[in-house]
């Protein structure tokens, strides 16, 4: 808040905005900032409230537990308020958390519930003689809306508790949530039927709970976890929190795998270090961890304060979202001349790494955000997932901010830009005279995928190119020693000095320009650059035809018989052998029987086509394998090359058809989906185990 604004000006003004805010996030599911902007404002207001106690306003959002109910629905008094928790953000503010508990029951040590922080809505369930009566949102803490008729589409949630023996009456609170394959599926969907796209998972579940018609809110994909019981008669539930939830799943009500008795300082730690390691290996986006003292009676023994429990506290994990000044937009043209927007950003910390620039994908993205440079910003980062731009900031807005304008040609070459019909993605028309379409082009050719020209980088590829030494993939095959040892370039740090490349360095690059002349059919496919055509569509076709010349002289239907291969993949294989210029570069560097004088000499070698008959050279055949996480022995790539040398098939998703997942570290929410289906999970040393004995066969 600005110093010239007295302390009265600025309490009011940030009781204002939290207001707003809090409206926005919790009523209207349409958050105007994130979380951790809001979390920002929010302490700042405490602290105020803390060093002068005038400044007490009974409309402060530190009076009060959530929003307010929707006027649509029906309004429900909670018999038991919902309480809201009280947030810390270090291992600090533990400590200081777990010393109160100590000072207050004088115990050596205290027995914590851990539990994932679910980022969801929360609700009240109410049953009576086991049959679900009511279902109501938190809405203030003491009065919600009536959401029952939608949350009875929730298969999650038994309409019926199970068991010979229910309570009379219970109370159990939990969270409704999408899951994060269900709310893709949901955006996905609703992107190509002109839908309402949610901005994340929480807000999916929100507003899907606050349909009127709960014919509605029966096609979203929504899920629920209980964690904790307000009210209950007629039944003894245990005296412990813990022990509790894993009585509600006897009702067959869903309780969160993840909780965990946990004792002292020690494990409170160790289970927050668990959960945000596992954090992007769950298929529900969590924010934080919730950690409750054990004991009910200590619990009661505590008490609250007036508006949070004492036993209770949410450590909040490092935000996945952030707020930040798009500062402009620049455009970069790939190797087959699309032309793909990226915002540079205000340098911001989110997500665990410093974030400055998103890619924007293409035009339809920005006018979909409706952004503009100078705009005030949401960047989301979860896990490994490249930083994007979720959301505008438009209430910042104060008219200094300029349109965002596509280029009509080419930023690197100036030729036109065309956006065919039917496609998201607009493309130079230069072909390879535009230079960056040349240089992505050779440096996906001499890619690990593709020939592994190791040494080739970045840098020497673009003096080549710059030089002029390269005009096509081709060239590489003319290079000698003294074309490389004589490149001139920088040193790659502040010193701004140049060096030569040098004879030490040429040697090893004109040595593995040798070793590429003898490359499998299928790396050679793949290193052509075909649109859309991967190292695993390049293996399909390799597979299905013996020889390159097949290949170019296949037919568009014969190319659409083969599996996994549609009609516009098909097309651009069929009209990449069509163009004059791709076969002649072809004719430059595969090896002729007919000694053509000009050939580099590349010799393909063919791959064999595995059959139910050849069990010793394709022992995975019809099995199929999902690789997750990070190999500490090999790329995923070379894990997947090996995998489809041994005849399997390697998919990027798990299903019922999935025969094992190769796990490595910090794997994603395919180890998830695989544990719900009973898929076989294997590890890293039992998968290295796995084809040293395959390989090893005769």
Known sequence: MSDTLSQREQYRKLIDTLNRYAKAYYVDDEPLVPDAEYDRLYRELELLEQSNLDLNDPDSPTKRVGGAPLSAFESVQHKVPLMSMGDIFNHQELIEF??????????????????????GLAVSLIYQDGLLVQAATRGDGRVGENITENVKTIKAIPLRLTGDHVPSYLDVRGEVIMTRDGFKKWNENALKTGGKVFANPRNAAAGS?????????????????????????????????????????KFGLPVNPNIKLVNGLNGLKAFYDDILARRQTLNYDIDGVVLKVNSLPIQEQLGFTAKVPRWAIAYKFPPEEMMTKLLDVIFQVGRT???TPV???????????????ATLHNEDEIRRLDLMIGDMVIVRRAGDVIPQ??????????GTQKEIVFPTVCPECGSAIERVEGEAVARCTGGLVCHAQLRESILHYVSRDALDLEGFGDRIVEQLVSTHKLNSIADIYTLTQDDL???????????KKTRLLGNVVAKKLIAAIDRSRVIPLNRFIYALGIREVGASTARTLATHFET??????????????????????????????????????IERLVKKDDGFLFSAGIELTPLKQATSDDAKAAPLLNQTFVITGTLASMDRNEAKNRLLDLGAKVSGSVSKKTTALICGEDAGSKLTKAQELSIRIIYEEEFLQMLKDLEGKE
């Open 485 to 495: 040892a004589s490149l001139v370039l920088d040193a790659g740090d502040e010193t």
């Open 343 to 357: 915002a540079k950003l205000n340098p911001v910390y989110v997500g665990g790494v410093t974030v400055s620039s």
């Open 98 to 119: 777990n010393q109160r508990m100590l000072n207050a029951i004088n115990v050596p040590e205290v027995e914590y519930c851990a539990e994932p922080k679910l980022d």
């Open 389 to 398: 731009i979720s959301g505008v900031v438009k209430e910042k807005r104060d």
């Open 337 to 339: 001349g699309a032309i």
């Open 548 to 585: 390159l010349d097949d290949l170019i002289k296949a037919s568009y239907s014969k190319l659409l018989q083969l599996p996994d291969i549609g009609p516009i993949v098909a097309k651009h294989i069929f009209d990449f052998f069509r163009e004059k210029h791709n076969l002649e570069i």
């Open 209 to 249: 709970l606050r349909q009127l018609d709960p014919k509605i809110t029966a096609k979203r994909p929504l899920s629920f976890f209980a964690y904790y019981v307000g009210q209950c008669e007629g039944y003894d539930l245990p005296e412990d929190q813990y022990h509790r939830l894993l009585e509600l799943k």
